[in-house]
């Protein structure tokens, strides 16, 4: 029903700054809660920043408070995460998550996926 494509991650210095990408197809994509989650080698995956469907509110682990933004455009169906001031804990690989309609902290309340892109952060 809704497809997924993350883009935009690479190897970075940290205290540098990216900004990865999502693009969604699908009718539907404005009645979703968007999100991007991270899972790191042997780890969870966990929440980073999740918005409304029409983006009016946003929500951040407080891991990445201050220092991430998350935005979308529903008119070209594209999801992005500002990462700002990047860290070595930082690295994983990140996930662009749907979920129809509500917000939800927790990876497995989240209906599509996209294949992930990975961030790596040097110091």
């Known amino acids: 029903q809704l497809q997924l494509v993350e883009s935009g991650g690479g190897l970075v210095q940290a205290g540098t700054s990216l900004r990865l990408s999502c693009a969604a197809s699908?009718?539907?994509?404005?009645?979703?809660?968007m999100a991007w989650f991270r899972q790191a080698p042997g780890q969870e995956r966990e929440f980073v920043a999740a918005?409304?469907?029409?983006?009016?509110?946003?929500y951040y682990a407080d891991s990445v408070k201050g220092r991430f933004t998350i935005s979308r455009d529903n008119a070209k169906n594209m999801v992005y995460l500002q990462m700002n001031n990047l860290k070595p804990e930082d690295a994983a690989v990140y996930y662009c998550?749907?979920?129809?309609?509500?917000?939800?902290?927790?990876?497995?309340?989240?209906?599509?996926w996209g294949q992930g892109t990975q961030v790596a952060v040097s110091s």
């Open positions: 998550g749907a979920r129809y309609y509500g917000v939800a902290p927790s990876a497995h309340e989240y209906d599509y």
């Open positions: 699908g009718r539907a994509f404005k009645a979703y809660t």
């Open positions: 918005l409304t469907p029409s983006g009016d509110k946003t």
